[in-house]
């Protein structure tokens, strides 16, 4: 019986066997047909194909591959609920569920925990985590979108400390950026500029348009031959410590712009575009005909109405609904050890004034070459531009009979009709027809830049290398202006003038340096040692002619129709300059076990501009950090990605003085009272003094103190900076007036004991939420409040802020006094109107009179707080990305209304503002130069909003990128200020005393919607 059932058992396990075999071998074909083979890309938010991402099935060990080089990937997963994990250095990790999809698009976001990992420093590189000074940074896919003529405005609002002003809404007007406030009172507070390691002379070469009899405007930024494009990151070095090593440059910060090099992982045509239309953002919001014609009937003078039927609005007349296009084209590639990028781009933008237009054709090569095993490097980098500028009939110092374009519309009488039943242009009775300035005047300015630099390396040894940088830098500027012959009454030169002007600037550099990066135990050391010259040639010249035989040609093209050549009124100018300077600098980077940094840097400065006395200045600085995050004793925080503590000391110089300033200048003359005892025999005749020697003079020393901090918490998600600073200005050059009543000038130049204190506060905030769906999203912003203010000035009152306009000349606005800001508004405090409708001042003195005497300090055109805030969005193929900036506690003064909207303008039959309209004001109450038009500056602005959609080019092997998107720029403006724009700056120096804040008869702004365009192939 035990036999039969040990052979039952046996059969039955053999059958079993068998069955669960035969399971097995189906249920492993089952399981093989359910593999998913699964394909992609993997793209940056700029829609180009990333290389060498990492794609894991999640969970698994041995299932993954990475992208190549163009971002395309292919994997086999065991099912639709496979996860697929994706990582990079430098982005977010991302997660991302198979389900019933074979073909994944993914976008990756850049990790703020390394945003800018590599920061451009002098003369190198360094790890974000390694800087121990204060360097802001923003790279490519955080520049601002729109219409961007020059870099400064890639960067508007982005970084604190940092605030950039748009002096006009001219196309290509120039930009004023202060970094961590104003120290010098003269010009020269703007930073360096260092393009490609290559230090720029800043030199303004466009001509601006000359005075034909409509005024003069300023020259456009000479940055515009960059193109934005190109660009692919911006540093800018905030503290001493940081700026040090550019010495007697480093004072006012430095810009640091690095454009895109050629990538073998990256290789391909890329083209990219935009069509936008402008508009005026705001219109100064002037009296309709109705209300005109009633003013001037109830005060008895229908003189000045020509035509009840007319209402003209003079602003529409004159503006115009502008249009712009833009085109990029760029190639880039190479091999292991050569690469190459080439671009080319144009711009055609339209201004909203008519006439005015600015075209721009750029070019650019860099070119990368590794020889002898990489033990020998040469770069090449070459950008070429041309810009165009067909300027408007705008003054920048309206005066009191011939204004230009903007006062004659903002005044022009409502009810004049534009044109006469023939076509021709209507003559006004009183004032000037707009459009005359518009069709007789003609202002061109071309102005062509190139810029190259030949880079040399090689490695000497291990860890020591040799660099050597050669540059050239030219620019030629050409501009003619002139006003047609008319005959027309109320013109200055009613037979015609033109005006010829040439100007030109080149510099050479050639810069020697050695690096040596070794290390030993927990120690590391990065040593740097060279010497640096670099030659600065300016030349200008100019000549008119007045008068023309005819009008059918132009006398910019032929002068020779010109009849009258006279040496009052058509002098032949010209100046000619040429600068030194030679640099010897060091600069020594420790670390100790990545937890303690130390940086020490000293460079020596000599220039030609300073005297045989103090020709040479030496500027150290000492920074260092502190990792926190990397001791032991926070270990156990896993909240806390990074934490690092900093400090800095140093010293920069400012040179940028006119030259020859030290040396005597001698003045030849024929009229009387020429002459001076040059030597013992007597007076030579035909020669004074226009300045004494002074071989002492001596550069501007800024001393600055940073501390800060860095951190970063929840895995970099949210990180941040705070940094505290205070920047001391001393040995202010001034020219000042001479108390020696025997000396043969009047004023000299010499350094002042005085201080111009900047102290701040700045902070940087950034969130980017997990990336792991379809739904991801970025906030971020920065604050700066800054304190200004002059101490220890041997002066009282040192003006400036000189405003223009009928009965305002010689006028100024502004002073230094200790105290208070540089430039701040000195004014008398207006109280309202007294009985009779005129104006009442506050008598400060109580001495019964108001005089100048009674003037008070009102206010700082330097704001104490500025601020943005972004954010981004995005939803499977679409992102949204908006830009807020604004600025709070300084003061406008509004030179227009002073000038222009006043009840004797209106009483005579011109036009004002609405806001200007005050009851009971007496039509003879003068406009004289008060807080009455001193204006809060305070805006907040939504500076540009960007939708995107980029299509999924996953299955065309041959196309990279394909994105579409819609822009808006200066879109709103929160502000209670009467003029177009408060973000305003018009040159209104006195006496070399910077000015800032004033506001005449500025260029109007421009809000634009654009549609664009970017491939990759």
């Known amino acids: 019986m035990n036999v039969q059932l040990q052979t039952v058992f046996r059969h039955l396990f053999r059958r079993l066997l068998v069955v669960f075999v035969l399971q097995g071998i189906a249920m492993q074909g089952l399981f093989a047909g359910m593999v998913v083979g699964i394909s992609g890309r993997v793209i940056d938010n700029e829609g180009q194909g990333l290389p060498g991402v990492n794609?894991?099935?999640?969970?698994?060990?041995?299932?993954?591959?990475t992208t190549d080089g163009n971002g395309q990937f292919r994997l086999d997963v065991p099912n639709q609920n496979a996860v697929l994990v994706f990582s990079s250095i430098g982005y977010v990790t991302q997660e991302v569920t198979v389900g019933s999809r074979t073909v994944l698009a993914v976008t990756m976001q850049t990790d703020t925990r390394s945003l800018n990992e590599v920061v451009v420093v002098g003369y190198g590189t360094q790890q974000r985590a390694d800087v121990t000074g204060a360097i802001g940074s923003v790279g490519e896919k955080d520049f601002n979108r729109g219409v961007i003529t020059s870099p400064e405005q890639l960067i508007q609002g982005k970084l604190s400390g940092v605030n950039i002003t748009g002096n006009t809404g001219e196309p290509g007007a120039n930009q004023t950026i202060i970094v961590r406030g104003p120290g010098s009172i003269r010009s020269g507070n703007t930073p360096l500029f260092v393009v490609d390691g290559v230090p720029l002379d800043n030199s303004v070469v466009s001509t601006g348009s000359a005075n034909v009899g409509f005024g003069s405007s300023a020259p456009l930024n000479p940055l515009n031959f960059i193109n934005p494009a190109d660009i692919e990151s911006v540093d800018v070095l905030k503290d001493a410590s940081a700026t040090a090593i550019y010495g007697s440059r480093g004072a006012n910060g430095v810009v640091i712009i690095t454009t895109?090099?050629?990538?073998?992982?990256?290789?391909?045509?890329?083209?990219?575009?935009?069509?936008?239309?402008?508009?005026?953002?705001?219109?100064?919001?002037?009296?309709?005909?109705?209300e005109f014609i009633r003013f001037q009937d109830a005060n008895n003078r229908p003189a000045n109405i020509y035509d009840r039927?007319?209402?003209?609005?003079?602003?529409?007349?004159?503006?115009?609904?502008?249009?712009?296009?833009?085109?990029?084209?760029?190639?880039?590639?190479?091999?292991?050890?050569?690469?190459?990028?080439?671009?080319?781009?144009?711009?055609?933008?339209?201004?909203?004034?008519?006439?005015?237009?600015?075209?721009?054709?750029?070019?650019?090569?860099?070119?990368t070459q590794k020889l002898l095993d990489d033990r020998v490097g040469v770069s090449v980098n070459f950008t070429a531009g041309h810009t165009n500028n067909r300027a408007a009939p705008r003054n920048d110092f309206a005066g009191a009979n011939a204004g230009s374009l903007i006062p004659d519309a903002l005044g022009a009488n409502p009810t004049y009709p534009v044109r006469n039943p023939d076509g021709s242009l209507f003559v006004f009775p009183q004032g000037r027809n707009p459009l005359a300035d518009l069709e007789l005047f003609d202002s061109y300015a071309r102005t062509d830049r190139i810029l190259g630099n030949i880079e040399g390396r090689l490695k000497l040894i291990k860890g020591l290398e040799y660099r050597i940088n050669f540059a050239v830098d030219r620019s030629v500027g050409n501009g003619e202006t002139q006003v047609k012959r008319s005959g027309l009454p109320k013109l200055d030169f009613p037979e015609g003038r033109a005006v010829f002007a040439k100007n030109e600037s080149s510099s050479n550099l050639i810069e020697n340096y050695l690096k040596y990066a070794f290390s030993f135990g927990s120690n590391t050391f990065d040593v740097l040692a060279g010497h640096s010259y670099q030659r600065f040639f300016q030349r200008s010249n100019s000549s008119s002619i007045n008068n023309f035989s005819t009008s059918e040609i132009d006398a910019i093209y032929n002068p020779g129709i010109g009849t009258s050549l006279n040496i009052s009124q058509n002098p032949l100018t010209g100046s000619a300059s040429i600068n030194e300077l030679q640099s010897f600098y060091g600069r020594v980077n420790y670390a100790?076990?990545?937890?303690?940094?130390?940086?020490?840097?000293?460079?020596?400065?000599?220039?030609?501009?300073?005297?045989?006395?103090?020709?040479y200045g030496l500027f150290p600085s000492v920074s260092g950090a502190w990792k926190l995050k990397n001791e032991p004793f926070l270990s156990g925080l896993n909240f806390v990605s990074d934490l690092k503590l900093r400090a800095g000391w140093g010293q920069t110089g400012n040179q940028e003085i006119p030259g020859k300033i030290t040396l005597p200048?001698?003045?030849?003359?024929?009229?009387?009272?020429?002459?001076?005892?040059?030597?013992?025999?007597?007076?030579?005749?035909?020669?004074?003094y226009s300045r004494t020697a002074n071989p002492d003079i001596k550069w501007e020393v800024t001393t600055q103190t940073n501390v800060g901090l860095d951190f970063g918490l929840f895995g970099g998600a949210l990180s941040g900076t705070v940094d505290y600073f205070y920047k001391n200005t001393s040995d202010m050059l001034l020219n000042i007036t001479v108390s020696d009543p025997v000396s043969p000038t009047g004023s000299r130049w010499q350094n002042v004991a005085m201080n111009v204190i900047n102290e701040g506060l700045e902070l940087g905030l950034n969130y980017a939420s997990p990336r792991s769906g379809k739904l991801y999203w970025q906030l971020g912003g920065n604050a700066t409040f800054l304190r200004n203010e002059v101490q220890n000035a041997p002066f009282s009152f040192l003006r400036t802020g000189s405003i223009s306009g009928p009965g305002l000349s010689g006028v100024t606005v502004s002073g230094n006094l200790n105290g208070f800001p540089?430039?701040?508004?000195?004014?008398?405090?207006?109280?309202?109107?007294?009985?009779?409708?005129?104006?009442?001042?506050?008598?400060?003195?109580?001495?019964?009179?108001?005089?100048?005497?009674?003037?008070?300090v009102a206010g700082s055109p330097i704001p104490n707080f500025t601020y943005n805030f972004n954010g981004n969005v995005g939803y499977k193929n679409f992102d949204l990305s908006v830009n807020f900036n604004g600025v709070s506690g300084n003061k406008i003064y509004n030179n227009t209304a002073n000038a222009y909207f006043n009840m004797p303008q209106l009483a005579s039959g011109q036009n004002i503002a609405r806001t200007s309209i005050t009851a009971n004001e007496s039509n003879t109450n003068s406009a004289t130069a008060s807080t009455r038009f001193l204006e809060s500056g305070n805006f907040l602005r939504l500076n540009n909003a960007t939708l995107r959609y980029s299509f999924n080019t996953a299955k065309v092997s041959w196309l990279k990128n394909l994105?579409?998107?819609?822009?808006?720029?200066n879109l709103l403006t929160f502000t209670n200020y009467t003029g177009f724009d408060p973000e305003v700056n018009v040159p209104a120096s006195t006496d070399g005393i910077t000015a800032y804040g004033i506001d005449i008869t500025n260029y109007p702004r421009s809000r634009t919607y654009l549609l664009g365009l970017n491939i990759a192939f």
């Open 55 to 65: 794609v894991v099935l999640k969970g698994s060990t041995n299932t993954g591959t």
């Open 260 to 290: 895109k090099k050629g990538s073998a992982k990256k290789s391909g045509l890329s083209y990219s575009n935009y069509f936008g239309a402008s508009t005026v953002a705001n219109k100064i919001d002037l009296l309709s005909a109705e």
């Open 309 to 367: 039927n007319i209402s003209t609005d003079w602003q529409d007349q004159i503006l115009r609904t502008a249009f712009t296009q833009n085109h990029n084209l760029a190639l880039n590639g190479g091999s292991e050890n050569s690469t190459y990028y080439v671009s080319l781009s144009l711009l055609n933008q339209a201004g909203i004034i008519k006439t005015n237009d600015l075209k721009r054709y750029t070019g650019r090569i860099n070119f």
């Open 592 to 615: 100790f076990a990545d937890r303690y940094l130390l940086t020490a840097t000293v460079r020596a400065d000599g220039s030609s501009k300073f005297g045989a006395n103090n020709r």
């Open 665 to 688: 200048l001698l003045t030849s003359g024929t009229g009387n009272g020429q002459g001076y005892p040059l030597t013992e025999s007597g007076i030579t005749p035909g020669y004074t």
């Open 822 to 856: 540089i430039a701040s508004f000195y004014l008398l405090e207006y109280t309202g109107l007294n009985e009779n409708g005129l104006n009442a001042f506050r008598d400060v003195n109580g001495d019964g009179t108001v005089s100048a005497a009674d003037r008070i």
């Open 963 to 969: 994105s579409v998107f819609a822009t808006g720029q």
